[in-house]
């Protein structure tokens, strides 16, 4: 954001004439004072300063806010250096009363002074301008950040979801044919149910780290403590090192019979569905965190 050009002193001084120059008005000295008021503000601040500051956009539109505050502080501060360049410019027209001359150009500096005083306030042309910079580089900065591609660029949740229903069918299949070596045949790889362990884990470490005003607002608390710790989320999760496998054999206790090992995997099933039920608000948290950046896509 820069100073009107038309309102500066140097620009006063190339239209005001050679006879104005003749009579002192004091109006370059006060335009300058404006310019240097107006150049120690918020409006001259770099808009990548504020916009890059946070990702997190609830804590961001908290700034923005603080700064409107600030800002219109400051065009107080430069509207009462604009009145003083008011106050000369009528004192002038009245010195220039019979000076068309003069009088046109004190009437076209004038008229750009009162568009330069309404254009400060909070809704005004400069003001607004100076915002929607600020809020242009945040979305630039958000939208260009490893978060967004994790996320909404990823489908995160979307994504989520299809795992966690993968991980269901897969429980179903369980149930219809319970064999202990199905377990790792449906889980031991780098699968759905290893993605279901470690999302909870990029949001503690990453997403909370990174946006921690919106994910206050969305779900407080830790999401690996409220949902890896669910019956069999952890364990499944880990099943490429047989952990889940291991677990269930140890609550056999030896017993190889198949109707140990169907209760066994019976309850197993049961308990990770369960589970899996309740994840599913981990993922609408999910959601609704991709739903909020989405709005500064545009």
Do not use: C
């Not at 003083?84 to 002038?92: C, L, P």
């Not at 290893?194 to 005003?213: G, S």
């Amino acid at each position: 954001m820069s100073f009107p050009s038309e309102l500066t002193n140097k620009q006063w001084q190339k239209n005001k004439g050679l006879f104005a120059k003749a009579k002192p008005t004091g109006i370059g000295e006060a335009l300058t004072a404006m310019e240097k008021e107006f150049n120690g503000s918020g409006f001259m601040l770099d808009p990548a300063k504020l916009g890059t500051e946070t990702y997190d956009p609830i804590l961001f539109e908290k700034r923005l806010a603080q700064f409107d505050k600030v800002m219109q502080t400051q065009a107080k501060k430069i509207d009462a250096a604009a009145g003083t360049v008011q106050t000369k410019i009528t004192a002038a027209k009245s010195t220039f009363a019979g000076n068309k001359a003069v009088l046109a150009v004190l009437t076209k500096l004038e008229s750009d002074l009162a568009n330069f005083r309404a254009g400060i306030k909070l809704q005004g042309a400069i003001a607004t301008k100076q915002r929607v910079a600020i809020f242009d580089e945040f979305k630039k900065h958000l939208k260009g950040s490893a978060y967004w591609k994790q996320t909404v660029e990823k489908k995160l949740a979307a994504s989520t979801e299809g795992h966690r229903q993968e991980v269901l069918g897969d429980i179903k299949r369980l149930e219809a044919d319970p064999r202990l070596e199905l377990v790792h045949e449906m889980w031991g790889s780098d699968g759905a149910a290893r993605t279901l362990r470690t999302t909870p884990r990029l949001w503690d470490q990453i997403l909370v780290k990174n946006f921690p005003e919106l994910t206050k607002m969305i779900r407080p608390g830790s999401a690996m403590a409220d949902f890896n710790q669910l019956p069999w989320v952890d364990t499944v999760g880990d099943e490429p090192g047989n952990t889940a496998t291991k677990k269930i054999q140890l609550g056999l206790k030896g017993a190889t019979d198949t109707a140990s090992v169907t209760r066994a995997l019976t309850t197993f099933a049961l308990q990770y569905s369960n589970s899996l039920m309740k994840y599913s608000d981990f993922v609408k948290a999910l959601a609704e965190f991709e739903t909020v950046l989405k709005k500064y896509s545009k």
